[in-house]
């Protein structure tokens, strides 16, 4: 059980670590693939008995919570921009 629980924080980092370098390449197609993933060995961990170090994996949740809102907050931003250009060029089209 300790190494199943070893590999699942070190497959948590992995991914929390391939999550922030997809944010910081704006390529936010495969998030949502590792986000289930993550999320997947989120709830199997926190399944797991209370005498395993629970405050570790606290904290990786709470920093993975923290990016998620951070990559949500900046997919609004892209698609707000996204979509203010998509009328901008409708417009000038428009006015030819």
Do not use: G
Request: hydrophobic share 35%; glycine share 0%.
């Amino acid at each position: 059980m300790i190494e199943t629980y070893k590999d699942d924080l070190d497959t948590l980092e992995a991914l929390s670590i391939k999550i922030s370098d997809l944010i910081n390449k704006n390529k936010f197609e495969n998030i949502v693939e590792l986000d289930l993933q993550r999320k997947k060995i989120i709830n199997r961990i926190s399944q797991l008995p209370k005498s395993l170090p629970k405050n570790k994996i606290k904290n990786v949740i709470q920093l993975n919570n923290i990016s998620i809102s951070k990559i949500e907050e900046k997919i609004i931003k892209l698609n707000l921009t996204n979509n203010k250009l998509k009328k901008r060029i409708k417009f000038y089209s428009q006015n030819k």
